[in-house]
């Protein structure tokens, strides 16, 4: 029987009285003011003035250019890259294993399609895994870390994530006990670090990577930033180190590893390395070192120095190589922590049940792809090399444009997937940029956009020096795009230093 309700007319009043105290509906100034206050420029006001614009081309409506170039986010396969077609060939099977039957399928593509569904008991990539992710995965990451490092790893400390930035935020979350609480981020920054930190009420501790060093940071202004928070009263938890270098595009040598590793230990730091572009190395003489590696052989020598440092790195499907962003497959591995402590990043991971299960998949083709003798390898290698070989050329040629373009300056872009230049503004610019309360920078990416169609990310987005101006662009665009990307640019940097006068800075 239905239940009814009744109250007297002074409750009534009080009801009411109470009810019109309260929102009628959630706004924007009942939102946690933690996010409100986040910025992530990569997808800040310049990607979206580039939206609006890209409606306003598939309206018909004439504008200065006839199609936008994003070069604003590495996507790669957004701007024409082709995905490599062993990747795509298992990951069709693993979805419609009716392809296995079809005849059209190389043997080892079968094979490993056959491995994947195996290990999700058949229940194929729509299903849920274990929240670390499949075991069969972890033990492919754990043999590729093998090979890569010389030094063994577990599949319980590899956990598979939503992408690397899953796991970043992941790790800062259970990083930050309380609003006291702070990590080391290099400026410029990869702005996930500032965001994520930002959102769970963290406190943001700045060191400067040095442009005339080639964006290298020193133990002096380390050991300076942990002192400056000290003072602040921050209780510094970890150190953020990105190698090679978004947006920089810096590749550590292995003393600057050895070196921040040495002051992590020092100040008891869990180092968060992220290490997404380790396979995009250009310049020659240069190669990735990687955190676990240089520490396993730092705590071989000395045991007793190191036995404390503590580690998470942080890889991911959609860099490198691979570029397959949309997949959002990556993995962390946790060196250095308790069983206890790992329980607790288990219980984390189990809260979104688990990583996408493709993702998951394509994370394990990335870290063992198809071998010599294998039926797919010959193509593989051709399909990879022109990838690869496409990015260094890519690499060299941007370096060498930017660094002929009056009034703009970059260092050497020795891996990733960008470049971080510095563009000098006249004083009529950066006045202009005060009146509309932008950033300079934001105002140059914006004229460039609107001009150009050219969509790059302000450099004040990623934190610099200041005074300093700079923005991000890719280099991922295919060559003849490239070309037009660089002629474009240079004319617009001569007319707005007419507009705004050459000198003067």
């Known amino acids: 029987m239905a239940q009814t309700w009744s109250c007297s007319h002074a409750d009534w009043t009080l009801l009411k009285k109470e009810s019109s105290l309260m929102p009628h509906k959630f706004t924007l100034q009942d939102m946690d003011n933690k996010i409100r206050t986040a910025q992530y420029a990569v997808r800040g006001a310049v990607p979206a003035r580039a939206g609006e614009l890209q409606a306003k081309l598939k309206a018909g409506e004439k504008l200065p250019f006839d199609r936008l170039v994003f070069c604003n986010i590495g996507n790669p396969h957004a701007v024409g890259q082709k995905p490599i077609t062993f990747y795509r060939q298992v990951a069709a099977a693993v979805t419609d294993p009716s392809l296995l039957t079809a005849g059209i399928y190389p043997e080892d593509v079968k094979k490993r399609a056959t491995e994947y569904l195996a290990a999700t008991n058949n229940a194929g990539s729509g299903a849920y895994t274990d929240s670390s992710g499949l075991l069969l995965v972890r033990q492919q990451v754990a043999e590729f870390l093998l090979r890569r490092d010389g030094f063994p790893s577990e599949p319980k400390d590899i956990y598979l994530t939503t992408g690397a930035s899953e796991g970043v935020k992941r790790a800062i979350s259970a990083l930050i006990k309380d609003e006291r609480c702070g990590m080391l981020i290099p400026r410029p920054q990869y702005p996930l670090y500032s965001a994520a930190l930002t959102m769970v009420g963290g406190r943001i501790v700045y060191y400067d990577m040095f442009e005339e060093k080639g964006w290298k940071t020193t133990y002096e202004e380390l050991n300076q930033a942990a002192n400056d928070a000290f003072t602040d009263g921050i209780k510094l938890r970890a150190m953020t180190v990105i190698n090679p270098g978004n947006p920089?595009?810096?590749?550590?040598?292995?003393?600057?590893?050895?070196?921040?590793?040495?002051?992590?230990?020092?100040?008891?730091?869990?180092?968060?390395?992220?290490?997404?572009?380790?396979?995009?190395?250009?310049?020659?003489?240069?190669?990735?070192?990687?955190?676990?590696?240089?520490?396993?052989?730092l705590q071989k020598d000395d045991p007793v120095a190191y036995k404390d440092t503590q580690l998470i790195s942080f890889h991911s499907t959609s860099k490198g190589i691979i570029g397959e962003c949309g997949q959002r497959g990556g993995y962390m591995e946790y060196v250095g922590f308790s069983d206890q402590v790992l329980t607790q990043f288990t219980k984390m991971a189990a809260t979104s049940l688990s990583s996408n299960t493709l993702g998951q998949i394509f994370v394990g083709l990335m870290v063992n792809p198809p071998k010599p003798g294998d039926p797919s390898h010959e193509l593989f290698e051709k399909e990879t090399s022109a990838i690869f070989q496409g990015l260094t050329r890519r690499a060299l040629r941007m370096t060498e444009a930017l660094n002929k373009v009056p009034g703009i300056s970059s260092q050497p872009i020795d891996g990733a997937m960008y470049a971080f230049p510095s563009v000098q503004l006249p004083k009529k610019a950066i006045e202009e940029a005060k009146q509309k309360e932008q950033e300079p920078d934001g105002l140059w990416c914006l004229q460039l956009l609107e001009k150009t169609g050219i969509v790059t990310v302000p450099g004040s987005g990623f934190g610099q020096k200041e005074g300093s101006f700079h923005f991000r662009t890719t280099i991922l665009p295919p060559d003849e795009l490239l070309e037009e990307v660089i002629t474009k640019l240079t004319t617009f940097q001569e007319d707005f230093m007419k507009t705004y006068g050459g000198g003067g800075y």
């Open 248 to 297: 920089v595009g810096a590749v550590l040598d292995r003393e600057d590893v050895v070196m921040l590793i040495n002051f992590a230990t020092e100040q008891k730091l869990v180092i968060l390395a992220d290490e997404v572009y380790q396979e995009n190395v250009y310049r020659e003489g240069k190669q990735f070192h990687s955190f676990k590696k240089v520490l396993r052989e």
